[in-house]
Structures are given as C-alpha cells and as structure tokens.
C-alpha cells in the first residue's frame, strides 16, 4: 500500500488560492490520487481524483507531475466553508477485488477572516 | 450522486451492551464496503473489509469477534459492536464503492454514526 506524506496543518486567508501537497514515493502503476474533504463529525467527502497530469473540476484542481511521486491539490480563492481535513489516498481497484486504502494524517487547513 | 447511509447517526448505550450500526448505498450497489474508526484528532483507521456475501475482512488488531461484520447484500453492512466497553467510544465511518465504478478509488462515505459507552 503506497503511503502518503502531508503537511499537519496550513493557515490561509479567505480569497486566496491553497495549494496541498502530497508525497507517495512508492505508488504503484494501477494507483489512482484521491482527494476527501473532512469536516468534524462527518464522514469524508470526494473531492477530486486523477491519475496523471491536471484534473480540474468545479471545486479543485490535482496536478499530479510525471513521476506521479506526490501531488497537489488546489483550491481557488478558499473561504471560511473551506476549512477542514484533506486527506490524499492513494489505491486502485485491482483483478483482484477494490484494495483498500489507509488514511494518512491528512492536512489541517484554517481559512482565516 | 452516489449517496451512503449510516443508522443511527449517534447512540449512548451502557458498557457490556452490544450496539449494531447499518451502512447502506442508497441508489448504487456495492460489492465492498469498508469499516473505520476514528478517535478525536485523529485520522480514519481501517478496520475492516466487508464482501458481500463473504466473511469480512479484519485488519490486523481488530478482533473479529467483538466488532461483527455482516455484508448481506449489495447494499446493506451492518457492524455489530458486541460488550461495548467505553474504550470502544469513538466516531464510526462506512464507506462503499459503486461496483460499476472504473479503475479509480473513490470511495463514497457515510456521514458517520457517534457512539458513546457509558
């Protein structure tokens, strides 16, 4: 199972742009990079997921460079909603049944005024 | 989209009782679903895996016989909490992947069920 390496914690002020970063030196070719959004008392929530170069969707970007070894989440101009946990997982579904997964300690992030 | 379930949301139950949570995957069927656990300030920890029709999966430290899986189908886990003692008070996650999903992982989670052992 690859294992993912984030920052505990990040601050940022409301409007700004947050960037994430997430190391996995050891993914494996099948793996794909999930991004969840975790607030208290709740379960997680998807945010985006990619394989390879830029996904983008309504709420983030994941830029996931060649060697595929870490990845970034990004969030565009964050507001106060925006603060929560941010897990990365790394797995894939493979011949053999979905592989599981294990959470990191995934990333603190508080959006100040 | 896909949407998980969990019931109830929290319980309060005396030490020694056993306490029984459902996950379901309300518009989508899920072969596998997953079990967590987690503690306050803490990240989600793996518990186990449930196949169904299959016996689950347990991760190493987690006694099989004291938290009871059961996958009965496509759509409904149920874990048992059985003698609950106030150490097993924590926050409890299902989550389940669409069996018709493609090669990624994403996993659909339910919004947790909050137990307390008094």
């Known amino acids: 199972l690859a294992k993912t390496t984030q920052p505990i914690s990040m601050d940022s002020y409301e409007g700004q742009e947050v960037n994430i970063t997430c190391s996995h030196n050891?993914?494996?070719?099948?793996?794909?990079i999930t991004w969840y959004q975790q607030f208290p008392s709740q379960g997680p929530r998807f945010i985006i997921q990619?394989?390879?170069t830029k996904v983008t969707n309504e709420v983030a970007s994941l830029f996931i460079p060649a060697d595929r070894k870490s990845s970034t989440l990004s969030l565009p101009r964050v507001s106060l909603s925006d603060t929560a946990v941010y897990y990365c997982?790394?797995?894939?579904?493979?011949?053999?049944?979905?592989?599981?997964?294990?959470f990191g300690t995934g990333t603190k992030l508080q959006v100040i005024p | 989209g896909a949407v998980v379930s969990q019931h109830p949301s929290r319980v309060i139950c005396k030490s020694g009782t056993s306490v029984k949570i459902e996950c379901r995957s309300l518009d989508f069927q899920a072969t596998t679903m997953f079990w967590y656990r987690q503690f306050p300030k803490q990240s989600l920890m793996l518990m186990a895996t449930?196949?169904?029709?299959?016996?689950?999966?347990?991760e190493q430290g987690v006694e099989k016989d004291k938290f009871l899986i059961n996958h009965a189908s496509l759509t409904l886990s149920t874990l048992t909490v059985t003698s609950a003692h106030p150490e097993d008070s924590s926050f409890y996650i299902c989550s389940a992947r669409d069996r018709l999903g493609g090669q990624g992982y994403e996993q659909f989670f339910g919004p947790g069920t909050r137990l307390t052992v008094l």
């Open positions: 997982l790394v797995g894939a579904s493979g011949s053999g049944g979905y592989q599981k997964v294990t």
């Open positions: 990619g394989y390879k």
């Open positions: 050891n993914i494996a070719t099948n793996d794909y």
């Open positions: 449930s196949n169904e029709g299959s016996k689950a999966t347990y």
